[in-house]
Nanobody, 123 residues
């Protein structure tokens, strides 16, 4: 499956952004999806994941209560709504397709990665 992330940009602290990840290729709806992020000079870290049917979600503690992951299987798209953004949320955000139908927070769980979209939060 090919993944194309979009929606990144520059926003002030406290603002909101909505990322989207459009999938093409093999069946999208069978697999869990996830978002990861990588700040400059740091490792790529887990942000959020959603199960194949959207029934289960899981978030990193750092974004819990501020970010919401969702999916529209009819459009083969997964979203990440980001509210109350902080400067420490600045990173390149990557969407990824899992090898499983259920949620996972490890990079090993994911087999296909998008190209990333840059989110910059100014203070």
């Amino acid at each position: 499956v090919q993944l194309q992330a979009s929606g990144g940009g520059l926003v002030q602290a406290g603002g909101s952004l909505r990322l989207a990840c459009a999938a093409s290729g093999r069946t999208f709806s069978n697999n869990a999806m996830g978002w990861f992020r990588q700040a400059p000079g740091k490792e790529r870290n887990f942000v959020a994941t959603i199960s194949w049917n959207g029934g289960t979600t899981y978030y990193a503690d750092s974004v819990k209560g501020r970010f919401t992951i969702s999916r529209d299987n009819a459009k083969s798209t997964v979203y990440l709504q980001m509210n109350s953004l902080k400067p420490e949320d600045t990173a390149v955000y990557y969407c990824a397709a899992s090898r499983w139908s259920s949620i996972g927070s490890y990079r090993y769980d994911y087999v296909n990665w998008g190209q990333g979209t840059l989110v910059t939060v100014s203070s």
